[in-house]
């Protein structure tokens, strides 16, 4: 089984785009104010946004810097760079075939 290389340029998710657009918006910030943001939304709870964090950490498209007992978190990829795919080796995921992957509405919206 091949392992997921963890460095920049690699393919974020939708899920994982959800949260990268909280964090253009405001940063930095904790986990917990993420979820503030985005968890009713979306139906998440904390551990899944500590989760998807994690994974864009991995990614090396947000950085974390200590405060006390928490991390706050920021993009380290402007929106603009991201979106416009100047980013190198970013994939938005957005796609003629699939341009629902673009939205920033939330999976309940469009159901």
């Not at 970013?90 to 699939?98: E, H, I, Q, Y």
Request: glycine share 8%.
């Amino acid at each position: 089984m091949a392992k997921r290389s963890n460095g920049p340029g690699e393919r974020i998710s939708e899920a994982e785009h959800a949260i990268m657009e909280v964090l253009w918006d405001r940063n930095p910030i904790s986990a917990a104010e993420v979820c503030d943001a985005i968890c009713a939304e979306r139906d998440w709870s904390i551990p899944t946004v500590k989760t998807l964090l994690s994974r864009l950490v991995q990614k090396q498209a947000v950085g974390t810097e200590p405060e006390g007992r928490k991390f706050l978190y920021r993009p380290l990829i402007a929106r603009s760079d991201y979106v416009g795919g100047k980013a190198a080796g970013w994939s938005t995921g957005c796609s003629a075939a699939a341009p629902r992957r673009c939205s920033r509405s939330s999976p309940k919206a469009r159901r």
